[in-house]
Each structure stands twice: as structure tokens, then as C-alpha cells.
């Protein structure tokens, strides 16, 4: 298994360090692989994750799950993220949205046994932390640099968020469910980071599926 995370370096108080992360039931996601249904630019039934540690390219999932893998980032690029489409809302999408807000939950549980305040969850962030995922998906490659080159801070900043505020992201594929997508960031020290940073105050995570196989991108603000 692999993992990956980027942050910018504000000067800001530096990242705390807390315990391991908390259990959650599988049983979402046992359920969406039932389901058997796509979800925006997802192809295939869903799920499973998988990650490379060269950073650039992905395998295309097949009927078996791939491994998982992990990404950490800061920023870089100049472009403007490219527009995705809108998700079409179905029961599905419902449940992924669930499974979305459970990396929250865990990640407030980490936040907590770390002595730092809960984040709140910001849709700009969600809405560039899916759109990253999509398009992760989409065209199977596991990156923090963007098709077009942009990286997460203009992601953040085209989703509407203010740039100067954007503040780290996180990425993984091959995971499939947020307990075990949490415990590997934070069982890596530069995800740990992002997740235990005392000053970020809001975050938010994106899911999306290539055949199998999910795609993960969490992204961090100061406010």
C-alpha cells in the first residue's frame, strides 16, 4: 500500500501528532459494490483502491481489486482546473456522499486525540476534491498534478474557494473504505501532517470509482 499528500508551508503552527485511526464498518461499502451502480465520470461497479509510488499512472482496474495507494501535496501549477461535469443524483451518489463524510468523521475522531479542533466541511472543498477524483478515475492516472496542470490550490480556487486559504491535500486509490483509507494517511507522516494540522478549520474528500477501483482526494482549508 501506498499513500500521498501535499501541503502548502504557511506560517502557521506546525502539525500536532495523534493516535491511530478509529474503526468504522465496512458495511457501506459492501453495499455500493451490490449496488453495482456509476456514479458521475465513474466507470464499471464500484469498489477498491490502488496506488503507484512513481505518482503518475494507474493501472485500469479489472474484476479483481488493485492495491492501494497513498499521496500527500502541496502546491505548484498556474492553470485553472478544467470544468467536470455535474454528478447525476441517485441513491448511489447518496451513499457515496455518506461515505465521503465518514472521512470526516475519522478524521475529527484523529483531529480530537491530537488536541485540535473538529474541521467543518467546506462543498467548495468537496466539489475539488471530486472533481480531482473523477478525473483520477476517468482517465486512470494517480497524480496531484491535474491533466491540464494545475495543481490542488487552483483545484480549491476554481471550486471557488479562496486561494490564499487553500492548505494541503491528500490522495489514495485501492482503499475500499474510509476507515482503511484513514489509517493508512495517518499511519504516513506527511498525510498525518495534513490531517493534524491545528490550524486548518475545514476539510472535505471526493470519491470516485474506475471500474473496481476508488479514488480518494481530501483537501484541507484554513478557513
Not at 501506498?2 to 478509529?22: E, Q, S, V
Request: net charge positive; proline share 7%; glycine share 8%.
Amino acid at each position: 500500500m501506498a499513500i500521498r499528500g501535499r501541503h502548502r508551508t504557511p506560517l502557521r503552527l506546525a502539525p500536532a501528532i495523534a493516535a491511530c485511526a478509529a474503526v468504522l464498518s465496512v458495511a457501506a461499502s459492501a453495499a455500493l459494490i451490490a449496488a453495482g451502480a456509476t456514479v458521475g465520470l465513474q466507470r464499471g461497479t464500484p469498489p477498491v483502491i490502488n496506488q503507484d509510488s512513481s505518482g503518475t499512472t494507474a493501472p485500469r482496474a479489472t474484476d479483481q481489486p488493485e492495491p492501494a495507494a497513498l499521496r500527500t501535496a502541496g502546491p505548484k501549477a498556474t492553470a485553472t482546473a478544467e470544468p467536470r461535469r455535474a454528478r447525476t443524483i441517485t441513491p448511489a451518489t447518496d451513499l457515496i456522499t455518506w461515505l465521503e463524510d465518514q472521512v470526516t468523521v475519522l478524521v475529527n475522531r484523529e483531529r480530537s486525540r491530537g488536541g485540535c479542533p473538529r474541521v467543518h466541511t467546506d462543498e467548495r472543498l468537496r466539489t475539488a476534491a471530486r472533481r480531482h477524483s473523477d478525473e483520477m478515475a476517468e482517465y486512470a492516472y494517480f497524480s496531484h498534478t491535474s491533466r491540464d496542470g494545475s495543481d490542488f490550490v487552483d483545484r480549491l480556487a476554481a471550486a471557488g474557494y479562496p486561494r490564499a486559504d487553500a492548505a494541503g491535500e491528500n490522495i489514495a486509490y485501492g482503499y475500499p473504505n474510509p476507515q482503511s483509507v484513514v489509517e493508512a494517511w495517518m499511519g504516513s507522516s506527511g498525510h498525518r501532517d495534513n490531517i493534524l494540522n491545528c490550524d486548518v478549520q475545514a476539510s472535505a474528500t471526493g470519491l470516485a470509482y474506475q471500474g473496481r477501483t476508488p479514488y480518494w482526494t481530501q483537501d484541507f482549508g484554513y478557513r
